[in-house]
């Protein structure tokens, strides 16, 4: 099989499980966005979430995974079997002694990290004091979801996608039934959905164990720190801390920013943050978990040809999705908010917001999802150094811009600031991989980013047009529903059928893709018939 072809196979069954987990957090978020709206506690709540949220990325799936794979993948390659069952052992004990640590830190910190990201939280004490509550009840999230993390990296190493990619759907299961069921019964209902967190992080571990185990983890006693594999992680995971949390880390500058602002300025951004986390999982993230593999395997024997190959790959790929993704965002930003969200405690001034955050927000979406691809080939090439370091100069620059543009912009400004640091990520990360290895198929990359414009521009002119006929917000749920999808699909047939009139070359590796997948599963029922 092509590697392309593994490689889109691979991302497609973990896109479309974190299609289902994105569907279960719209329902959270909608539920969330009914019950608490953007009041204070809400604020609470996305602050004290996104704190062991952000230490999850970094010391869960974030840079402990893509340090563990090729590390653990060398072990599955080349050593004995006893050899990696001793070595994953003593990586899960480490990395749950670590993560136990954290946790007491979270607890024991708290007050102090909340004066830290939420400042203007300092002036109104009861919010101050539920926010520094609410981190307490979920700092064990850390370790269930850190643990969980570490069976996604086992599991992925040994080519299974789909159980850790729906994993997640568990979690939001969790958010949801403790908004519904656990916080109507507490004095303080936000703290139900605390417990909905910590319950379903729970659950997600629990539910890969069994696999993790059946794929090899055999859990010893022991707990050795200068293991060579251990040490090589360790060497590697310094500077990935800091390259792949650049966008978290960035996320946790407008939290603290978005204090100083009007209230409802931190759920605006949340709301408008999930809406672009859509096609971030589907595609950027699951098409990064899915390279990483092919990226390792091909620079472990030196086969840079290849390599420059499949990320040029990548790029056009993850082009080809997230281009007309952010035409369809920013044109249809207030019915999808409006039509999704706007009931109960959300209302117009708060659809409003939420849109003017998600504008500024899809700007930055081609960028998110690229340095996911970016990122592994220099993970893939074992250097976390040069991401680190483009990831603090960037780092420096979203904060010079959020300062500069929020008192203009608002909200909206500190969105824009962490869509243009990202945009300058990614292109310097393409330039230092172009003086590593040489041409990338630039002027390939180009003409395709070219024509993906182009029908996207085409694309969203129809939509534009489409919407301003069609789309009324005083119309039923259903109704506006209907008319929403209707132009989401049409905006995809368009966008389509440019794509096949200009003969994209990603238009016809996708629908080669598809036939291949029909005629894969047509086969056994024709197979019997041509037995003699």
């Not at 709540?45 to 974030?62: C, T």
């Not at 069609?470 to 368009?494: H, K, N, Q, W, Y």
Request: glycine share 8%.
């Amino acid at each position: 099989m092509d590697k392309n072809e593994t490689i889109s196979r691979a991302a497609g069954t973990v896109g479309t499980m974190t299609l289902a987990s994105r569907l279960f957090g719209f329902v959270r978020d909608v539920v969330i966005g009914m019950t608490f709206g953007a009041s204070a506690a809400a604020d609470a709540f996305f602050v004290a979430f996104r704190i062991p949220n952000i230490q999850r990325r970094i010391l869960g799936e974030g840079a402990v995974s893509a340090a563990m794979i090729p590390v653990y993948g060398e072990y599955v390659n080349t050593r004995s079997k006893e050899d990696t069952q001793r070595f994953a052992s003593n990586l899960f004990n480490i990395q749950t002694v670590v993560l136990v640590l954290v946790t007491l830190g979270i607890v024991l910190l708290a007050p102090l990290i909340i004066t830290v990201f939420a400042p203007g939280f300092l002036d109104e004490p009861g919010k101050f004091e539920l926010t520094v509550s609410l981190t307490r009840w979920m700092g064990p999230f850390l370790i269930f979801i850190g643990l969980s993390a570490y069976c996604m990296g086992l599991l992925n190493t040994h080519g299974n996608f789909a159980l850790p990619a729906a994993a997640p759907v568990i979690l939001n299961i969790g958010m949801i039934a403790g908004a519904l069921f656990i916080s109507p019964f507490l004095e303080e209902p936000i703290m139900g959905l605390a417990i909905g967190v910590l319950l379903g992080a729970l659950l997600q571990l629990l539910v890969q164990l069994p696999q993790t185990f059946r794929q090899g983890l055999k859990l010893s006693a022991v707990l050795d720190w200068k293991d060579p594999g251990i040490l090589k992680i360790a060497k590697l995971l310094g500077p990935a801390i800091i390259a792949f949390g650049v966008y978290e880390v960035s996320l946790l500058i407008e939290t603290l920013l978005a204090s100083l602002l009007p209230g409802g300025s931190i759920s605006y951004l949340y709301y408008a943050n999930r809406l672009v986390q859509l096609p971030l999982g589907v595609f950027g993230v699951a098409l990064g978990i899915a390279i990483l593999p092919t990226l390792t395997a091909q620079a472990a024997k030196e086969q840079y040809t290849e390599l420059r190959g499949t990320l040029n790959f990548g790029i056009r790929w993850i082009l080809f999705i997230t281009i007309p993704a952010t035409v369809g965002l920013a044109v249809l930003s207030f019915p999808i908010i409006q039509t999704l969200w706007e009931r109960g405690e959300f209302v117009r001034s708060t659809t409003e917001g939420t849109q003017f955050a998600l504008i500024f927000y899809s700007l930055g979406l081609c960028a998110f999802c690229g340095m996911k691809v970016l990122v592994s080939a220099f993970y893939s090439l074992q250097d976390t150094k040069t991401p680190m370091r483009i990831g603090v100069y960037t780092m420096i620059l979203n904060v010079g811009l959020a300062v500069a543009l929020m008192g203009p912009l608002q909200h909206g400004g500190l969105a824009l600031a962490t869509s243009l640091s990202s945009i300058a990520n990614a292109a310097v990360l393409v330039y230092l991989l172009k003086q590593r290895l040489g041409r990338l198929g630039g002027r390939k990359i180009v003409a395709s980013i070219c024509r993906f414009t182009f029908a996207a521009a085409l694309m969203g002119t129809v939509v534009y047009f489409i919407n301003s006929w069609l789309f009324l917000p005083t119309d039923s749920l259903i109704v506006r529903l209907t008319v929403l999808l209707a132009e989401v699909f049409l905006g995809a047939t368009v966008y389509a059928g440019i794509a096949a009139l200009m003969k994209m070359e990603e238009w016809r590796f996708l629908v080669k893709l598809l036939k291949d997948r029909k005629a894969r599963k047509a086969l056994p029922e024709t197979l019997p018939e041509d037995l003699p």
